[in-house]
């Protein structure tokens, strides 16, 4: 095995390996005789296809198809340079449509196309100028048809001498002013984004050259900006895309609503991966996030192994048993405990059943038949499941021995165990390290 580069992001990637770790780029397995398997051929064949109706789509400016096509292959293969520069080049031809079509919808005096074709592209790109100007121009229409009929109105009810003092003379310390911009305020403290663009707008339409107009029309054409950066960020839909977001707008009204859903995405990813570190840094980065507790629960899962509530008391009886046996010199219970082969007992290595039933005659014999009773107690168990590999459990317990004297004082050995386990809870291993004895007198008569 070797290491080669991956054609498509540079990346070092073993000879042995499907795809590119990095980027997903599928590599081709070389034989003795040099050739691609049919498979990797096939794949790359499927990419070059999809990436050609990707061009194909852009060149008939079907967007709407060539978008779908693009973000399915960077959600597959996300660290292709290939695929992000033609989403770049797919994201360029769009907004220069969107330019091209709204500059023709203000000519012919189609307002409201020109706004929503413009507000399109500014979900791609948030910052145009000749995008954000169309906007404004749009909501200065609107603000010129409004006064259009303010002013009629006021020529039927006073006049026109009344109707050309109010316009031309603001009242700007009016209660009504005060009101509208009271009411801007209000939704800016809320956040209430939606609320605040309507209120926005309406101010700058009814009050153009009101106390408040130039920090109206900047808070507006702000609001706009990262409405269409939110937007853009929600369709792409990924961890990066919420971090760029929270870059450009710290204080912004979507702020909160991004780190929510980054959140979100971010326990999402570590839990498709499923390992312990993708969990704990999903624990240590999101600790205030909504699924800590979820987290909390698969990192505990995931450093016990899987372990389940019935293989620890499958484990727990099997110890019991095993000594057990060894305390009532039980053939048939033995045999129930151990695997068929056992590495190490008590300092002895490779021990057949067989082999372990004469230890237990043995063991009973110098003892008298009297080998007191054991107590198995503060096990814990790791659990071992890697793929390709039988499952193994590593179980340490303190063992207790406690025996009568002939005096009938209670005698007490502590000890450390350690034993391992196969997948049907045999005995595979088992030691024991002495720790203390604890004499209890026999109470006097």
């Excluded at 050259?209 to 054409?221: D, I, R, V």
């Excluded at 570190?277 to 909390?296: C, L, P």
């Excluded at 293989?311 to 019991?320: A, N, P, Y």
Aim: hydrophobic share 35%; aromatic share 10%; with cysteine.
């Amino acid at each position: 095995m070797s290491l080669i580069k991956c054609p498509e992001c540079g990346h070092d990637v073993s000879s042995e390996a499907a795809n590119c770790p990095n980027c997903g780029y599928p590599m081709a397995k070389k034989g003795n005789n040099d050739v691609q398997p049919e498979a990797s051929s096939s794949v790359q064949s499927e990419l070059n296809t999809r990436y050609t109706k990707v061009l194909k789509d852009l060149n008939a400016k079907r967007f709407k198809s060539a978008f779908a096509e693009i973000d399915a292959l960077i959600k597959e293969y996300p660290n292709s340079h290939s695929f992000t520069e033609l989403r770049e080049q797919v994201v360029r031809e769009f907004v220069k449509s969107c330019v091209e079509d709204s500059d023709i919808c203000l000519k012919d005096k189609n307002y409201k196309d020109a706004k929503t074709i413009a507000q399109m592209g500014l979900q791609h790109d948030p910052s145009n100028p000749y995008l954000l100007n169309v906007i404004n121009r749009v909501r200065r229409r609107k603000a010129f048809k409004r006064n259009a009929w303010l002013v009629l109105l006021l020529l039927i009810l006073g006049g026109a001498a009344y109707a050309y003092y109010n316009l031309k003379v603001p009242d700007y310390n009016s209660e009504k002013e005060e009101e509208a911009w009271n009411l801007v305020m209000k939704y800016r403290n809320e956040f209430d984004a939606d609320r605040l663009e309507d209120a926005l707008d309406d101010y700058i339409s009814d009050f153009s050259s009101g106390l408040h107009s130039s920090e109206a029309k900047s808070m507006y054409e702000n609001l706009v900006r990262e409405k269409a950066a939110w937007n853009a960020a929600v369709r792409q839909n990924n961890a990066q895309a919420m971090h760029d977001f929270m870059d450009m707008f710290s204080n912004g009204f979507y702020h909160k609503t991004a780190y929510v859903k980054l959140d979100s995405l971010a326990f999402l990813e570590a839990k498709n991966k499923n390992t312990k570190e993708a969990i704990d840094y999903y624990i240590d980065t999101y600790s205030d996030g909504k699924y800590i507790e979820q987290a909390m629960a698969i990192s505990e899962k995931l450093n016990n192994g899987n372990l389940t509530k019935q293989e620890r008391e499958d484990i727990k009886t099997v110890l019991d048993n095993h000594f057990q046996a060894l305390t009532d010199d039980d053939e048939a219970l033995l045999r129930t405990t151990l695997g068929k082969t056992v590495n190490s007992y008590l300092g002895k290595m490779d021990l057949t059943i067989d082999d372990m039933v004469d230890y237990m005659h043995s063991l009973s014999e110098e003892n008298g038949g009297d080998g007191g009773f054991y107590t198995v107690h503060n096990i814990d168990i790791k659990k071992f499941d890697d793929p390709g590999a039988p499952v193994i459990y590593n179980v340490q317990f303190n063992l207790t021995n406690t025996v009568i004297s002939l005096a009938g004082d209670e005698i007490k050995k502590e000890y450390d165990a350690t034993a391992t386990l196969d997948e049907k809870k045999h005995i595979l291993s088992l030691i024991l390290r002495y720790k203390d004895t604890t004499t209890n007198p026999a109470p006097e008569e």
